[in-house]
């Protein structure tokens, strides 16, 4: 059984630009959730997508968007990067949205300039 | 809404030594209650989770916690620690019945090990 991975493990982007993050669930798993860790912090709730569709979703602009696909793989996408997006990015799965089964990634670890 | 804090920052226990992490939860219904472990550069790995029944709960790594409601409290014990116990831990609360909110979680606690 694999475990949910993460890519790419680092990036550096500029601010302004668009960043894409990928994350392969657990095998088994129909939901995907997303978190933001700023350094020296505890992770933030971004949203989560079950079934493709996103069902949940915490305090962050729209700039902040996802997707889900048929396989139950997902997308982050951050436009209009800024400074405090700087972040490590971490995707979680589980089974039928119960946050109980939460298997986590590794993360992505972003750095705007 | 809920929110989680834990006081302390960083902890330092030398090895073999007991360990207690403070977590209080503050949410107004009965709450789903969850200690997280992070190494350097990894993900989250759950220690132990609480949903209802018996308060006091076992975990992996020979970690426990005690959910206590008069006290909105959800402190993580280990008897005696080891060196490989070295980590950032994450208490998180949760709205039961669903996952749709995801979880809150406190600002971590850092803990060293010392030889």
């Known amino acids: 059984e694999t475990g949910v991975t993460q890519s790419p493990t680092h990036l550096i982007k500029t601010r302004g630009q668009q960043v894409t993050l990928r994350c392969s669930s657990q095998?088994?798993?129909?939901?995907v959730s997303w978190y933001q860790q700023a350094l020296g912090q505890g992770p933030q709730f971004i949203f989560q997508y079950y079934r493709e569709e996103e069902n949940g979703r915490g305090n962050f602009p729209p700039r902040f968007s996802g997707l889900q696909f048929p396989n139950y793989s997902s997308e982050l996408n951050v436009n209009a990067l800024e400074l405090d997006d700087s972040a490590l990015y971490l995707c979680?799965?589980?089974?039928?949205?119960?946050?109980?089964?939460?298997?986590f990634g590794s993360g992505t670890r972003l750095t705007v300039v | 809404a809920q929110s989680v804090t834990q006081p302390d920052i960083h902890i330092t226990v030398s090895e073999g030594a007991s360990l207690e992490l403070r977590c209080n939860y503050s949410?107004?219904?009965?709450?789903?209650l969850f200690w997280y472990v992070q190494s350097p550069g990894q993900g989250l790995q759950l220690l132990l989770k609480?949903?209802?029944?018996?308060?006091l709960v076992q975990g992996i790594k020979g970690f426990e916690a005690e959910f206590k409601r008069s006290q909105s409290s959800f402190n993580l014990r280990k008897p005696s620690v080891h060196w490989s116990d070295a980590a950032e831990y994450f208490c998180?609360?949760?709205?039961?019945?669903?996952?749709?909110?995801?979880?809150?979680f406190g600002k971590g606690t850092h803990l060293i090990i010392q030889p």
């Open positions: 979680a799965s589980t089974q039928d949205k119960g946050y109980y089964g939460y298997t």
């Open positions: 609480y949903f209802s029944g018996d308060t």
């Open positions: 998180a609360v949760g709205v039961a019945g669903g996952g749709a909110d995801g979880l809150t």
């Open positions: 949410y107004g219904a009965t709450p789903y």
């Open positions: 095998s088994g798993h129909n939901t």
